[in-house]
């Protein structure tokens, strides 16, 4: 077994001061000891910044050829250093490392080419490392294309498969033995080798893992290791391992080793030193988020005599990395993930004083906000966590920062070297472009990295605009940030080694990033051919004055009573608004989506004339008069077509019930805000309907107003009131409930109930003044409508919980709510509530199926979220797919995948604005095309 000496790494505290201290003492008396216990090589790495390495490497070289003739193993993560530091050694040893990252292998290898100088090579390239056996081989076989290149025969390599961390991935051993048992198949004569400790980071008494890593690795082929062979139960383990497995004949080298030893003393294992039990312990607080326990026990392990910067890295930031994994993996959720950061800032409280200056936070500085017009904290907030908890120091900004804001802290703060940016709303992207951009320009560029991430935000996004990196959760974001601290960025950032230059044309980059990265889309079948002018509008019959807005009406009505109770609808529902010839002059044809600002009902106001024109935020959520008058120019100027109908949203924004319950609102341009307005529930009453609130007697007289402007003419709809633990989250903020949820599950248990009772007192009132001569409504911008009580429903905050914790307390509130109604739909929002659909599935009185992925994500009609859509009809559910992405004729071939997958029945799909001529195009190949189609996909299941 060759033995690489492991104990003269600068990564080590003692060894790290020695260094800085110049202690050549320490350094002499390591290498001295692994020599003497059997070292084949004395691994030696500075681990300083690069300027000084290769000084630091030669002063360190000298004094352990001083007092040892063990060859020494130049560890470097640098290749210039490597070579550089070869002249330095008295005889051939081991260079450690290359891999197909970069140009380290072909700086190497052409130097020690015709030497007997040994290799360690890394099975890792720019990617990272290999998430499987399949692609590590690839890079070894590149690895041996090298080698033989440069003549360098396979038994100067070790190769390191490289072991992940057990904590985190409960497959590291096994693909790193398939890799080894791989490897020495196609190489016999070839060196396997490994950090051992590298397994069981952030695991508690590491050394049980590591030898029985190192036993089970030898098995597969592993003859090399980096290892402290001044480890007397290591090493025993080893030569015995070795013995066992016919490696050491007559076991002459066994007994030549231990031979001489007193008769039982290594017999028993030591036990658990009290230090690694007080270390355990702040580790399983800390990973399971212990915050009230784990202050006295950081002080216990101080008082026992452990290290500080042991304590915070490997029991408090090593369960962290547990956690974060833990979280990727959807093992545990956000509210354990906060919990277990919360528990770690409480342990570093205690833990600060102990710490040497700049110990804590080391890693860099990190400037986080939310940007302008986005007031969403909790996805800040757990990303702050989770750099704190990788040892950032972190300035937070807040929500709503202006773009200046951003600026002027990166001026202020020079230590910083990365600005995170956070966007939860589709509506504040913009607001995330036109922040990263000004970012873009400034001289401080070169020395910050700008991460970018949040619930709208894709990967095609981010490198449109320009950003350095986007994560998709604060685990991944952590990690990053961590890729920068450990290139050195973070550092040379700090010392100011970027010089401050203006950044020209980077609005050029970003167009070109755009242009060669297009949106992928599946072809599904030929693409339609429509040719603007040359489409018969005969077919399309017009309202003429006195006529209303809606001709086909009642046939409309039917076709939805059918598509509630999952009966033949001929083709798709269809929501299809067009443009009047009066109007087409001011589109360029963009398609253009419903919202809050100038947009409804998947449509837009052109040429509006002065007087209809918003002139405060009051005017334009409480003004009915000017509200249904700017619906009426709308409706005047556009084409109700298919089954999309007149109807006038009267939302104060999503959630309303918050309001008529004590939250404040915060009106804006493009959203609404419910204010938080509890910091505790301690003396909080039971909630409970309140006809005198101020916001509720408001909205009911905006209700009536509007009805009664409208008269005939549109369906005033029902607002978004909002249900369950979303309201909750609006009275006493997201994160507070997510602690709550942990802390006092039952009370948030009594408290969704008191919501669930109090919702259908509020809908009855409003139930009473929309309703239609049949008892029908429709139901905010989601353009339904049902023949009775029919309600949208949804669970935003289901996000962020876990499948148990959302059957406990969210699925039966559904259940209560959806048997007081006739009819539906369930919003499904985003891609990390699908984990909940088996629960909601269950849930007999949801009807339909209303899934939305974000603006940034691929729309309803791609084969991204059939799994969702096989789920709801599977169950019997309709489903409800909006369409927006490619251009017009991309809509169709799109839709005309899903229609033959899901058949036309139980279907209804939500279009985006288009012409007169578009939508006469749409509606005559739809009733040629998708009329009765069965499905392939409902025929599997017998129907």
């Known amino acids: 077994m060759i033995i690489i000496g492991e104990k003269l790494n600068g990564s080590i505290p003692s060894v790290a001061k020695a260094i800085a201290e110049r202690d050549a003492d320490l350094i002499r008396e390591r290498a001295r000891m692994q020599s003497e216990a059997g070292a084949t090589f004395l691994d030696v790495c500075a681990s300083v910044e690069e300027d000084v390495e290769v000084e630091t490497l030669k002063w360190m070289i000298d004094i352990v050829q001083e007092v040892s003739d063990t060859p020494i193993c130049v560890d470097s993560p640098s290749a210039k ?19 197909l990252e970069g140009d380290k292998i072909d700086t190497i290898f052409p130097v020690i080419a015709d030497t007997d100088w040994e290799c360690v090579a ?14 590590r081989m690839k890079i070894f076989f590149g690895i041996m294309e090298k080698a033989k290149q440069y003549g360098i025969a396979p038994d100067r390599l070790h190769i390191d498969p490289l072991v992940v961390t057990l904590g985190t991935d409960q497959t590291a051993l096994t693909v790193f033995a398939d ?23 952030g695991l508690p008494v590491r050394k049980n893992i590591n030898q029985a890593f190192m036993v089970l690795a030898m098995n597969a082929g592993m003859d090399s290791a980096i290892v402290d062979p001044t480890n007397k139960n290591m090493i025993g383990m080893i030569y015995a391992t070795n013995a066992l497995l016919e490696r050491d004949e007559y076991c002459l080298q066994y007994i030549d080793k231990f031979g001489n030893k007193v008769a039982g003393e290594d017999a028993q294992p030591a036990p658990a030193s009290p230090l690694d039990e007080k270390m355990q312990k702040v580790f399983k607080l800390t990973q399971d988020g212990k915050n009230k326990e784990i202050g006295q026990a ?5 008082d026992a005599g452990c290290d500080p910067t042991a304590i915070l890295n490997d029991a408090m930031i090593g369960a962290m990395a547990v956690v974060g994994d833990n979280f990727k993996k959807e093992i545990i959720f956000v509210p ?34 939310t940007v302008a017009g986005d007031l969403h904290d909790i996805g800040k907030n757990l990303v702050g966590m989770m750099f704190e908890s990788a040892g950032f120091e972190v300035i937070d900004l807040g929500v709503d920062v202006p773009i200046q804001t951003f ?57 449109e605009i320009g950003a350095d990196a986007y994560t998709e959760d604060a685990a991944s974001a952590a990690e990053q940030a961590k890729k920068y601290a450990e290139s050195g960025f973070c550092a040379k950032a700090a010392a100011g080694e970027f010089d401050d230059l203006p950044v020209e044309g980077a609005e050029v980059v970003q167009e070109e990033v755009k242009e060669e990265a297009p949106k992928a889309e599946e072809k599904v079948s030929e693409t339609p051919k429509f040719e603007k002018g040359a489409v018969d509008l005969s077919n399309i019959q017009l309202p003429k004055p006195g006529e209303g807005y809606k001709l086909n009406w009642e046939a409309t009505k039917e076709k939805f009573a059918a598509y509630w109770q999952h009966k033949n609808t001929g083709r798709p529902l269809m929501c299809v608004i067009a443009r009047r010839p009066e109007v087409e002059q001011y589109s360029d044809g963009t398609p253009v989506e419903g ?71 915060g009106f804006k341009e493009d959203t609404v805000w419910f204010n938080k307005c509890l910091d505790s529930w301690d003396g909080v009453p039971k909630l409970e309907f309140d006809p005198e609130n101020k916001w509720f007697k408001k909205h009911i007289q905006l209700a009536k107003d509007c009805k009664e402007l409208a008269g005939d003419d549109f369906v005033v709809d029902m607002p978004d009131l909002m249900e369950n633990i979303d309201v909750l989250a609006s009275l006493r903020g997201a994160q507070d409930i997510l602690f709550d949820l942990l802390d006092e599950p039952d009370m948030i248990g009594e408290r969704i109930q008191e919501v669930t009772d109090v919702y259908y007192e509020y809908y009855d009132r409003f139930y009473d003044i929309i309703k239609d001569e049949e008892g029908g409504n429709a139901y905010t911008v989601f353009q339904i409508w049902g023949p009775g009580r029919t309600v949208k429903l949804q669970c935003d905050f289901s996000a962020m919980m876990s499948p148990e914790d959302f059957r406990k307390y969210i699925q039966p509130s559904l259940r209560e709510q959806s048997e007081k109604v006739d009819h539906v739909l369930y919003h499904l929002d985003g891609p990390a509530a699908i984990k909940h659909m088996d629960a909601l599935m269950e849930i007999d009185g949801i009807d339909a199926l209303q899934w939305t992925s974000g603006d940034a994500g691929p729309d309803g009609t791609l084969p991204d979220w059939d799994v969702i859509y096989d789920k709801a009809i599977a169950a019997g559910k309709s489903i409800w797919v909006k369409v927006y992405s490619g251009e017009f004729e991309d809509w169709i071939k799109n839709v005309d995948r899903i229609v033959k997958k899901y058949g036309s029945h139980s279907l209804f ?35």
């Open 179 to 201: 890799c080894c048992r791989r490897i020495k198949y196609e190489y016999p004569d070839i060196h396997i080798t490994s950090g051992l400790s590298n397994i069981s980071f």
């Open 336 to 369: 354990q993930m906060l919990a277990a950061a919360r528990a770690m800032k409480a342990g570093v409280e205690v833990l600060k004083p102990y710490l040497a200056t700049g110990e804590a936070g080391s890693a860099g500085t990190i400037i986080l906000g």
């Open 81 to 99: 250093s490597c070579v550089a530091a070869i002249p330095f050694c008295k005889k051939p040893g081991l260079i450690n490392s290359v891999s």
């Open 909 to 943: 799909l939500l279009f985006p604005e288009m012409s007169l001529e578009q939508a006469a195009y749409l509606l005559d190949y739809a009733d040629k095309n998708w009329s009765d189609v069965k499905g392939t996909y409902v025929e599997s299941l017998g129907r």
């Open 122 to 135: 890394l099975l890792c390239d720019n990617d990272g490392i290999p998430d499987s056996v399949e692609r």
């Open 298 to 302: 950081v002080q216990e392990a101080l």
């Open 595 to 665: 919202g809050y600002l100038d947009q409804i009902c998947q449509g837009k106001y052109y040429n509006m004339p002065e007087e209809l024109k918003w002139k405060d935020m009051e005017d334009k959520y409480q003004n009915a008069q000017r509200i249904v008058d700017r619906y009426r120019y709308f409706c005047d100027t556009h084409a109700f077509l298919g089954e999309s109908f007149p109807n006038l949203n009267i939302d104060f924004g999503p959630g309303s019930v918050a309001s008529y319950l004590g939250s404040e609102i």
């Open 407 to 463: 600026i002027d802290e990166v001026n202020a703060h020079k230590e910083a070297s990365i600005v995170a940016l956070s966007a939860l709303l589709t509506t504040t992207m913009p607001s995330l472009r036109d922040t990263v951009a000004a970012l873009l320009k400034q001289p401080f560029r070169n020395r910050i990295k700008i991460m970018v991430g949040g619930a709208p935000i894709s990967q095609e996004f981010a490198d």
